[in-house]
Structures are given as C-alpha cells and as structure tokens.
C-alpha cells in the first residue's frame, strides 16, 4: 500500500511509521517539520520503504504544492492518508495568547483540511483517510482546564470528518477519526508532567496502524474514541 502520514516525527505517528514500516509491501511517505527526525525515521527502516518529506508547520499552499508535485513525480496513488500533525498549548482561556490559539487551529484543523483537499486527485476507490482526534474534541467527553483551543481544533476536525465521509461516498473514499485520550508520548508530558498514562506510543500505534488498513471495512464517517483513561 502507498501510505501518507502526515506528521510522523515522534509520539503515535513515528510509532505507527514503525508499525506500517514492517510490511515490506507498504511504501511510506512521511511528513514533518525536523528533518533530523525524518532522516533518522528513515535510516531506521529495515525495509528501505520509508521516504521522507519535510513541511512547514503549519501547512502553507507553498508546501502543498511542494508535496503534490512531489507525489507526481513518484506516480504515486495514495490507499492511506493518516493525518497526526498537531500541537498543544496549555493554558487558561481567559489567558490564552491569540497568536497560539491561531496556531492550534491551523495546524490543528486547517493544515489537514487543506491537505486532503490537495490529495483528492490522489486518492482512488477503496482509498482511507484517518484524522486522529482527541479525547478532548469528542462531544460528550470529560475536558480539562487549558485545553480549550486544543480542543476545539480537534472537535472541528472530527466533524469535518463527518462531513467528507457523506460528500467521498461515491468516489469510494472512506473518511474516519479517532480520538485517543492519555497515550504516553512526548505532547502528553509537556502537557502534564508526570502524569503517566495507561497507553504506551507503540500500543496506540499499533491499533491505529490496523485500523488505517483495514478499519475502512467496517467505518465510515465515524468519531471512535480510544481511551482507557481520562484525559
């Protein structure tokens, strides 16, 4: 399978680049904004079959136009696209910095937005697109002080979910999201030192890299939580 990962530097997405990397048959591109990281993602790779990218953070029509050209070049057709880029910036609402609650909701919401809608040429029938959520933007779940932003983006990018799924359906595109709530990873430590989670980086990228293959069979358009825990 021909996978995109978009933002697979560290945490669940390097994990899952991991994961997917094991099947010789999976070509993987991944994005990210350290290319150190990139580099070491793909020299890691005992298949050879990880290719790299680097993009800015947030996503700009100049990167994406960089991609697109790029995966025209390689004659690539995209089965998987797995949307992971995010930040977080915890703090108070009534204090929150407007330049940073900006940056959350673009590179939270419109960075794949605007991505998946540069890769629909790219995408064939039978194609899955997986936007991870959060616990913190699925309707109904417990939220926690400073995450008001965070959280927003990612209940924003659930329901567009939603909304691809029903305007895909006869392209045969599926469109799905989950939401994971405490996985130990690098975003959830700076977020909350010291807290530990039930769910490692490797046992969340290892059912999310099950579900980009073969979660389309059974989903579509569908919000699924994935959390032991709260947050």
């Given at each position: 399978?021909?996978?995109?990962?978009?933002?697979?530097?560290?945490?669940?997405?390097?994990?899952?680049?991991?994961?997917?990397?094991?099947?010789?048959?999976?070509?993987?591109?991944?994005?990210?904004?350290?290319?150190?990281?990139?580099?070491?993602?793909?020299?890691?790779?005992?298949?050879?079959?990880?290719?790299?990218?680097?993009?800015?953070?947030?996503?700009?029509?100049?990167?994406?136009?960089?991609?697109?050209?790029?995966?025209?070049?390689?004659?690539?057709?995209?089965?998987?696209?797995?949307?992971?880029?995010?930040?977080?910036?915890?703090?108070?609402?009534?204090?929150?910095?407007?330049?940073?609650?900006?940056?959350?909701?673009?590179?939270?919401?419109?960075?794949?937005?605007?991505?998946?809608?540069?890769?629909?040429?790219?995408f064939g029938s039978g194609s899955h697109i997986v936007n991870i959520?959060?616990?913190?933007?699925?309707?109904?779940?417990?939220?926690f002080p400073g995450l008001s932003w965070y959280s927003a983006s990612?209940?924003?990018?659930?329901?567009?979910?939603?909304?691809?799924?029903?305007?895909?359906?006869?392209?045969?595109?599926?469109?799905?999201?989950?939401?994971?709530?405490?996985?130990?990873?690098?975003?959830?430590?700076?977020?909350?030192?010291?807290?530990?989670?039930?769910?490692?980086?490797?046992?969340?990228?290892?059912?999310?890299a099950d579900f980009a293959i073969n979660g389309n069979r059974y989903?579509?358009?569908?919000?699924?939580?994935?959390?032991?825990?709260?947050?």
């Open positions: 399978m021909n996978i995109l990962i978009n933002g697979g530097t560290r945490g669940m997405g390097r994990a899952t680049v991991e994961i997917l990397s094991e099947n010789r048959e999976n070509r993987i591109l991944v994005t990210g904004r350290n290319k150190n990281a990139l580099t070491s993602l793909k020299e890691s790779s005992v298949n050879k079959n990880i290719s790299t990218f680097v993009s800015e953070t947030p996503l700009t029509e100049e990167s994406l136009e960089s991609l697109k050209n790029h995966l025209k070049r390689e004659n690539i057709k995209l089965n998987v696209l797995i949307n992971f880029a995010g930040i977080l910036y915890k703090s108070p609402f009534a204090e929150s910095e407007e330049l940073k609650a900006r940056e959350i909701i673009e590179t939270n919401f419109f960075g794949p937005a605007l991505l998946i809608r540069q890769l629909i040429p790219f959520g959060s616990m913190g933007g699925f309707q109904g779940s417990i939220k990612k209940a924003a990018l659930a329901s567009l979910t939603e909304s691809l799924a029903a305007e895909f359906t006869e392209m045969g595109i599926s469109v799905n999201c989950i939401c994971p709530g405490a996985v130990q990873t690098e975003m959830l430590e700076e977020a909350f030192p010291g807290y530990k989670a039930l769910v490692s980086a490797s046992e969340a990228g290892t059912f999310i989903f579509n358009g569908k919000i699924l939580p994935f959390s032991l825990s709260t947050p």
